[in-house]
């Protein structure tokens, strides 16, 4: 018992000591890598412009729901004119940043650990490495720079969507006045809550693009199995672990920003 | 042999894999200009010989010299030195196939060297032509035949104008007469482009026809490194063991035997 714990905790001291080496091997070598810009703007535009449908679905969604339950509780306070705060320090602070995570993470992640996971099956990393290209440098830096770019954008956007999706159901549907709704979201919204739900997006987006690209790129490693089974056990584990890290991670940042 | 006449130089390669030695002290010669064949059954070790020149294994002793020049661990100027001018062509060619083929030929271009954006289209074009794909240029790897595909690898190989090109098993899954094929064009780019190239193959008559020389790993080591003619004549008894498994190899003795020629890489 006491021997399956230690040999568990090292494993874990270990992959967290390879994860941090390969992201250090990724930043450090993609210094001077050749074309870099260009091809962080292509992973942007993977991250970014093919998540869009998703962020904007589940963003309409999410302020929906959240200004139809929001409006029947405060209702049975007489306090409908607070639905836009309740609405927006929820989507704000909170909902918005883990949502829009966790989307990117099912959507970005898992496509970039599978590519990942491919590549390295198919020896396209190999070859890479014996081009004298770093694999690091040309397939993971882009990726992770990308990451600390789209996440917030991407999240803002949840937020904007998600506003005025309970918007939507607070006017349109049950006929709270438009302008009450929205100057309680100008008025509970401030700067601070700001800086906290980018400052997430920036994290999650490291965190989870991180975690995507090392479980794709040693696919070959995987134990489960090798090739097409190592790659979707890769993949299935990326996204688990990713998903995890978001909400571990939202926990700990509330509790030093609160 | 002078030593400036080679231009690879391996002593005592050993690799293990957990308790399997996969590499027991393999040692090689490559001339320079020359085609040679590394031979040797499935599972000899041949690829992760190849692989261990190439960089991709990590061998755990053993020394490799490139063009007078030796290959230390952590001397990353010598290794990007070597990789600058040696290309690796995989037995599954490992094309990226989210590139086209003009991409796929431009990426080491661009990746290892400062040039202009046209210089780079224009040598890439010109790599394609070379192998008779211009006309595919835009086509993904996946639109493409096997043997199209392998042109395109040998594309992407040369188009840095490589001294040494690795080729692992380019033949491998191929029926004889796609071997023969392959082999043909392996042995007449090498000629036009005038690069040294390294073969591991266990595909012994297409080898014997088209190296300069030859090599049999076995057991992890070189038993045997000469021409085609001394692989032939040899009286070793691993070379001896090795020729009468192939059945082909047998074939062909027999001819020769008969009184018919054999044509080898110096013709």
Redesign the interface.
Known sequence: MVRAVGRYTLEIVQSLGDVAMFVGRSFRLAVGS??LGRRVVRAMFEQGARCLPVILIVGLFTGLVLGLQGYYVLNRFGSESLLGTLVSLSIVRELGPVLAALMLVGQAGSALAA?LGI?RN???I??L?????SSHA?LVAPRLIAALMVFPMQTALFCCVGLWGGSLSGSLLLGLEPGIYWSAVERAVELVDVRECLTKAVTFGFLTMTLCAYHGFNAHRCRSGTGARGVSASTTRAVVQSSIIVLAADYVITSFLI | MDSQDLLLKVEGLHKRFGEQSVLAGASLVVPRGSLVAVLGRSGAGKSVFLKCLADVIEPDSGEIWFDGRRLVRGDAAARQHFRSRCSFLFQSNALFDSLTALENVALPLEQTMDLAAKEVRERSLEALKQLELEAFWDRYPGQMSGGMQKRLALARAIVTRPELVLFDEPTAGLDPVRRNAVFTMIAKYQRQFGFTALIVTHDVPEALTAADRVALLDTGRMVFQGSPGEFIASEEAMVIQFRDSEKELSKMLASIRRGETIQTGDT
């Open positions: 050749r074309k590519e590549q198919t020896e396209q190999a070859a490495e014996t081009m004298g290209v040309y």
